[in-house]
């Protein structure tokens, strides 16, 4: 189904790219992202007279853009993903158990969840930073607290429509106990759900962690991410266009081959849209 669909194929394909790049690129290209070179500062793109590494210019120090852009991939999906992965997992715990118990646990947890939605989520990640110190671990725990409600709420709806089900109150007559029901029986079906709510919040983050690098209150040097290089960038955008241009380009196509594959994943993982896939690839074959 991914293969008929090209723009989910091609979003997958650079989301594989991103990834590999991350994992593999700053043990192959780490010295050449952080080695300076003042002869080559501000190096133009497509300008191979200092090697291919220079093909998409150097920065103000003369370190090699394409090197860095590999490199800062690592930060900036270590932080999307693991405030994606910290918010679906407290979210969808506390979605169960609300969803699931009674009223009164219910409503202690959601007037929680409207507390943290009641603060804007970058206003709230600003003075938690400044209180804590902008590090990765902290960007972490400041991008999936104010993330949490989205799944909270999300697994609280679903939880109390599926409940209702019959293959539910089966389980319910059977005497299945409260854990089995949920981990069993309710989890697998909201699952999807929450997976391709991951998928679109995944770009959500990522472009809230690239504001934060940009106001200078997020990830700080010598660590690098996409955000903090259009940061930098910033002063030269008259005399040196690229050094903002390529992180921001690749923060774009990040952010729209997510997107695009949530969109496909809504489709493929949704039983009773699912045919409209099957379909197009019967009339394919």
């Known amino acids: 189904m991914v293969w008929r669909d090209k723009f989910a194929l091609v979003s997958a394909l ?56 590999v490199v800062a991939a690592q930060s900036t999906m270590l932080v999307a993903a693991g405030a994606v992965a910290l918010a679906l997992s407290v979210g969808a715990l506390f979605g169960l158990i609300a969803g699931y118990m009674g009223k009164n646990v219910s ?7 409207d507390v943290i939605m ?23 725990l400041v991008l999936a607290i104010t993330r949490i409600p989205i799944y909270l709420r999300t697994t609280r709806a679903e939880v109390l429509e599926v409940r209702e089900r019959m293959f539910v109150q089966a389980a319910v007559v059977m005497g299945a106990s409260n854990i089995r029901i949920v981990l069993r029986h309710i989890l697998p079906v909201i699952a999807p759900t929450l997976v391709t709510i991951a998928t679109l919040d995944f770009a959500f983050v990522m472009l809230a962690e690239s504001s934060l690098s940009f106001l200078g209150i997020g990830i700080q040097p010598p660590n690098i991410t996409w955000g903090l290089m259009v940061s930098q960038g910033r002063p030269y955008l008259n005399t040196a266009w690229w050094l903002s241009f390529w992180p921001g380009l690749m923060i774009v196509l990040t952010a729209l081959s997510l997107n695009l594959l949530s969109n496909w994943m809504r489709v493929a993982l949704d039983p009773a849209q699912r045919w409209r896939l099957e379909s197009r690839k019967s009339a394919n074959d």
């Open 118 to 140: 009641s603060f804007p989520s970058l206003l709230l990640a600003v003075v938690v930073l400044y209180v804590l110190g902008p590090s990765i671990p902290n960007m972490i």
């Open 107 to 113: 409503q202690l947890i959601m007037r929680l969840a």
């Open 14 to 69: 650079f989301l594989l790219v991103v990834i590999v790049c991350a994992i593999i690129g700053p043990a192959l290209l780490g010295d050449l992202a952080t080695s300076q070179n003042l002869r080559g500062r501000n190096s133009p793109p497509f300008d191979l007279t200092r090697g291919w590494i220079f093909v998409l210019g150097g920065d103000s120090l003369g370190r090699p853009m394409l090197a860095r852009l």
